[in-house]
């Protein structure tokens, strides 16, 4: 424990996992967002839309995520020099946003699918008595479908958000210091530690996600329909 | 609308008007399959249409592509003068002067059988909540299921269900009501209530175009039998005299069948 003890005042654990948290909760959102985008599409009357949405989700849920992450941080920052976080802003924030950006369009492909197999729970006569009395698309989405939808998704919204959680790791290749860039750091230069330095990492995302499975097995029953 | 009272069952008397709906050289396809053959119907305001048919002679569909939730191929369905708008606000805007009653009831089970009833007027009419509640209440009172408004769907029998699913439809105030095999999913025990309802309905001087299999309600509340075998409407005449003495063999053997 005292090993422990040390460990901590040596490195900035808790700066790397107040890292790991802040980049899991922007691209939370941000991958919320876009994968509702997605799967609005998807189930839109619009054929051009479906395709597009279909095509999207294969494409990028395919695409392994440090390929998509090296990708933003070498092409978009790197070659074409897009500053997300504004001009004059420094070198680890500008790749802390684009970390955001990559992590958020990885994972908004699983929102999306999270969300369409909620979707997929509700029978199709929901939708038809929806529309019978004059409600339109987006009504019939935002009143009567997506309500009961949340169920279904909220499984593998959870699951998504959890492996969210551990794939922030990733963006350590493009030097984010979030908790595992710590924990390299930490091997390298306190390799006899190396036990003391697992059990840390290990514990720290045991409880970034813990909370998130009780929370989604929580609302699961909450949230239940009866039919 | 006169107020639903069961004992009332004397004769139909109400009046028929113009021209309200009109299905044109109607022709759709599943794939291969001809559904509907070049369907012409002219249904009048106040008129009672009850739909037959053996299973798969296309009568669901016929039923749904009046309010577009299937699409035609070709041919025109024209309600009150205007021709079904293809997509879009118009289409949802059409929608809302038709009802529709399924045979699974679809009420919105995450909602209360008053939210049910409420939603149409409150999102499609814009009427003010209060406003809406209180012709709700009226309505769920009329079906005789005012005493269940704050429960939610699942909590209902199924005759209930259906009774709450049509205060639902005629919340909107439509100008035609289509039912598709309403009493097909119920107990024997609850046929007669909502079959009650729909009679009051009529009498009321309610458009309705009605798939049942309930020979008890052509014979009480409809002006019109139309036939339907392989996609075609094969005959259309008053109930007396389909059942009585129907012009097609095709009639005749479906006639036989059910009516033993
Ligand atoms: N979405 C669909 N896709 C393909 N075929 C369909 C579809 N809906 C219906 N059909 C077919 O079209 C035919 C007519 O179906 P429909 O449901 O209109 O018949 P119905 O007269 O209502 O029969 P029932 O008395 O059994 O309800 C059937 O052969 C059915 O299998
Ligand atoms: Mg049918």
């Known amino acids: 424990m005292s090993e422990l003890a040390q460990?901590?005042?040596?490195?900035?654990?808790?700066?790397?996992?107040?890292?790991?948290?802040?980049?899991?909760?922007?691209?939370?959102?941000?991958?919320?967002?876009?994968?509702?985008?997605v799967v609005i599409m998807r189930i839109s009357p619009?054929?051009?839309?479906?395709?597009?949405?279909k095509g999207y989700v294969n494409v990028i849920r395919n695409t392994p995520l440090t390929v998509i992450v090296t990708f933003c941080a070498l092409a978009f920052y790197n070659v074409l020099a897009w500053r997300l976080a504004g001009p004059d802003a420094r070198s680890s924030v500008q790749l802390f946003w684009w970390g955001v950006v990559a992590l958020s369009v990885y994972h908004s492909t699983f929102v999306a699918e999270g969300i369409r197999s909620g979707i997929n729970t509700v029978?199709?006569?929901q939708a038809e008595a929806a529309r019978s009395i004059g409600l339109t698309?987006?009504?019939?989405?935002?009143?009567?479908?997506?309500?009961?939808?949340?169920?279904?998704?909220?499984?593998?919204?959870g699951n998504t958000l959890i492996a969210l959680t551990k794939n922030t790791t990733v963006v350590s290749a493009i030097g984010v210091a979030e908790a595992s860039y710590v924990m390299k750091n930490m091997i390298e230069f306190s390799p006899n530690f190396i036990y003391a330095i697992f059990i840390l990492m290990a514990l720290g995302f045991v409880i970034?996600?813990?909370?998130?499975?009780?929370?989604v097995s929580w609302a699961s029953t909450k949230l239940a329909v009866q039919r | 609308m006169a107020a639903f009272i069961p004992e009332d069952t004397g004769p139909l008397v109400h009046d028929i008007g113009e021209t309200i709906l009109e299905l044109s050289h109607v022709e759709k396809h599943f794939g291969e399959l001809?559904?509907?053959?070049?369907?012409?119907?002219?249904v009048a305001r106040g008129e009672v249409v009850?739909?037959?048919?053996?299973?798969?002679?296309?009568?669901?569909t016929l039923c749904r592509t009046i309010n577009r939730l299937e699409t035609i191929d070709s041919g025109t369905i024209t309600i009150d003068g205007t021709e079904l708008p293809s997509e879009g606000k118009a289409l949802a805007r059409l929608r809302a002067e038709v009802g529709m009653v399924f045979q699974s009831f679809n009420l919105f089970a995450h909602k209360t059988i008053?939210?049910?009833?409420?939603?149409?007027?409150?999102?499609?009419?814009?009427?003010?909540?209060?406003?809406?509640?209180?012709?709700?209440?009226?309505?769920?009172?009329?079906?005789?299921?005012?005493?269940?408004?704050s429960k939610y769907p699942a909590q209902l029998s199924g005759g209930q269900q259906q009774r709450v699913a049509i205060a639902r439809s005629l919340a909107m105030d439509p100008q035609i009501m289509l039912f598709d095999e309403p009493t097909s999913a119920l107990d024997p025990e609850m046929v007669q209530e909502v079959l009650d309802v729909m009679v009051s309905l009529a009498r009321g001087g309610m458009t309705m175009i009605v798939v049942t299999h309930e020979m008890g309600f052509a014979r009480k509340a409809a002006n019109r039998v139309v036939f339907m075998s392989d996609g075609m409407i094969v005959e259309k005449s008053d109930p007396e005299t389909f059942f009585t003495n129907p012009t097609s063999d095709r009639a005749k053997d479906f006639l036989g069948k059910i009516l033993h």
């Open chain 1, 7 to 37: 460990l901590m005042r040596q490195y900035d654990v808790l700066g790397g996992f107040w890292m790991t948290i802040k980049l899991t909760v922007v691209s939370a959102l941000g991958s919320l967002i876009l994968g509702v985008i």
């Open chain 1, 46 to 53: 619009v054929k051009a839309f479906q395709l597009f949405g």
């Open chain 1, 123 to 125: 029978p199709p006569g």
């Open chain 1, 137 to 157: 698309f987006g009504q019939t989405l935002s009143q009567v479908i997506l309500p009961q939808a949340v169920r279904g998704s909220v499984t593998p919204l």
């Open chain 1, 208 to 215: 970034l996600t813990l909370p998130v499975g009780m929370l």
């Open chain 2, 34 to 42: 001809h559904v509907l053959q070049d369907i012409n119907l002219t």
């Open chain 2, 50 to 60: 009850v739909v037959l048919g053996p299973s798969g002679s296309g009568k669901s």
């Open chain 2, 114 to 149: 008053l939210e049910n009833v409420m939603l149409g007027p409150v999102k499609v009419r814009k009427r003010p909540r209060a406003e809406a509640e209180k012709s709700a209440r009226e309505l769920l009172e009329r079906v005789g299921v005012a005493n269940q408004a």
